[in-house]
């Protein structure tokens, strides 16, 4: 089963992907790989990919599936129950795996040097501008500069246009922001939210950080995209402790 797994420096315990599109149950508009519960699709075709999901990356346990809503809550993963209403989730237990969903926001995965803990965060631009990512690294319970940081598959800066509200609310927060912007003519703007997560992580005091070099959006074969396609299915990324 194809999937993509994130180049960062962890120790070898810390184990993380992120899934494609290929090779599932699912038809259609969701075709084929689809492990999203709430989009529409077949639950039979669903229940099938996250079996063959288990199955296929030999999960210790059923993932944490999340109801995530956009906002900035992190998740003891510990003591939260499936269908949770969060945007990311931590743990420092071996056999606990965390998951979140995606077609075009950004999976963040986090974890300390040691390994010994992870969090994993769905960053759409709500989520981001209102500090899900300063809530997954304070759940973490270890300096900043401790923390390694991999951005996952999302949306590339070419593929997102947005209005001017969306850029008033990052760089009302912070100046630096208007960076992560490029102006495309008529109060529309490409965002970059690969930039606009560094910026955030790097104001935290969080340096390693890698990732961004992919677009769900372009990159049709491989990934689902709301903003391509509309109605779609979901990718999922997984971070767990062996």
């Not at 992580?201 to 769900?216: F, K, M, P, S």
Request: charged share 25%.
């Amino acid at each position: 089963m194809k999937s993509i797994t994130p180049l960062w420096n962890v120790p070898k315990n810390v184990k993380a992907l992120t899934t494609t599109r290929a090779e599932g149950a699912s038809t259609g508009a969701y075709a084929s790989f689809n492990l999203g519960d709430h989009v529409g699709d077949d639950p039979a075709a669903v229940r099938a990919n996250r079996a063959a999901l288990r199955d296929a990356f030999k999960l210790p346990n059923e993932p944490l599936w999340l109801k995530q809503v956009h906002g900035i809550s992190i998740a003891n993963a510990q003591t939260a129950q499936a269908g949770a209403t969060a945007d990311g989730a931590w743990t420092d237990r071996r056999g606990v795996v965390l998951a979140v969903l995606t077609a075009d926001c950004m999976p963040i995965f986090l974890c300390d040097r040691k390994g010994t803990q992870i969090a994993l965060v769905h960053a759409g631009w709500r989520g981001l501008a209102a500090g899900v990512v300063e809530e997954g690294v304070r759940a973490l319970r270890v300096p900043a500069r401790e923390l390694l940081a991999h951005l996952g598959p999302g949306i590339g800066s070419e593929a997102y246009e947005v209005g001017e509200d969306v850029r008033d609310v990052f760089v009302g927060r912070d100046a630096n922001a208007a960076s992560a912007f490029r102006a495309v003519g008529a109060g529309k703007w490409h965002a970059d939210m690969y930039a606009l997560a560094r910026l955030r992580l790097r104001d935290l005091g969080v340096e390693a950080i890698t990732g961004g070099e992919h677009c769900t959006a372009r990159e049709r074969e491989v990934f689902y995209s709301y903003r391509r396609d509309g109605v779609t299915g979901r990718m999922a990324s997984l971070l767990w402790l062996e």
